[in-house]
T-cell receptor, first 116, second 111 residues
Framework: GAVVSQHPSRVICKSGTSVKIECRSL??????MFWYRQFPKKSLMLMAT?????????EQGVEKDKFLINHASLTLSTLTVTSAHPEDSSFYIC????????????FGSGTQLSVL | DAKTTQPNSMESNEEEPVHLPCNHS???????IHWYRQLPSQGPEYVIH???SNVNNRMASLAIAEDRKSSTLILHRATLRDAAVYYC????????????FGSGTRLLVRP
């Protein structure tokens, strides 16, 4: 079945540094990818919709300058957490779909970000 | 976005059927009912989805009420590997295709 690969699975960084997370669709092309974040014991919160070749669409309350999204190809989207602070520590998850409308979404295995 | 309501948690015995309910009284005609589950420290996994008719696949069955205001995910024989958080989500057929997750039901499976 379709696979979404997310890298790295875990990252620890110092406060003030930037961290890039990659999301790849391994065996299908994804015009659209989605980025979520999840705090412990909480549900997933949609951050943004990543569109290949155009600007990402951010959900209300998500800082676009803080969370930079680039979707340069049909198989790769990246999320960069800029000037990370401890409150940015979270589980970040990407997802993608090979089709449109009601195709199921495939999710990456997530990235645990810890900012010291 | 139309909301879904699920119990916070449920328990089941191994090898017994599990019925996970979901209420979505404000569902619109263009909303599909999707179910995903999330195992600890992993990304969510697709389970099943449907519009009006009941659906079956190798993982589960989805029973949809005639008025579509509620649905039930049925795991026919729960295993320990089915212990997860199960999310019932309404997904609009529009240009965004995005999934908005609710709080889900945490399923505990007893050996």
């Amino acid at each position: 079945g379709a696979v979404v690969s997310q890298h790295p699975s875990r990252v620890i960084c110092k406060s003030g540094t930037s961290v890039k997370i990659e999301c790849r669709s391994l065996d299908f092309q994804a015009t659209t990818m989605f980025w979520y974040r999840q705090f412990p014991k909480k549900s997933l919160m949609l951050m943004a919709t990543s569109n290949e070749g155009s600007k990402a669409t951010y959900e209300q309350g998500v800082e676009k300058d803080k969370f930079l999204i680039n979707h340069a190809s049909l198989t790769l989207s990246t999320l960069t957490v800029t000037s990370a602070h401890p409150e940015d520590s979270s589980f970040y998850i990407c997802s993608a779909s090979p089709g449109t409308t009601n195709e199921k979404l495939f999710f990456g295995s997530g990235t645990q970000l810890s900012v010291l | 976005d139309a909301k879904t309501t699920q119990p916070n948690s449920m328990e089941s015995n191994e090898e017994e059927p599990v019925h996970l309910p979901c209420n979505h009284s404000t569902i619109s005609g263009t909303d599909y009912i999707h179910w995903y589950r999330q195992l600890p420290s992993q990304g969510p996994e697709y389970v099943i989805h449907g519009l009006t008719s009941n659906v079956n696949n190798r993982m589960a069955s989805l029973a949809i009420a005639e008025d579509r205001k509620s649905s039930t995910l049925i795991l026919h024989r729960a295993t320990l590997r089915d212990a997860a958080v199960y999310y019932c989500i309404l997904r609009k057929v529009d240009s965004s295709y995005k999934l908005i997750f609710g709080s889900g039901t945490r399923l505990l499976v007893r050996p």
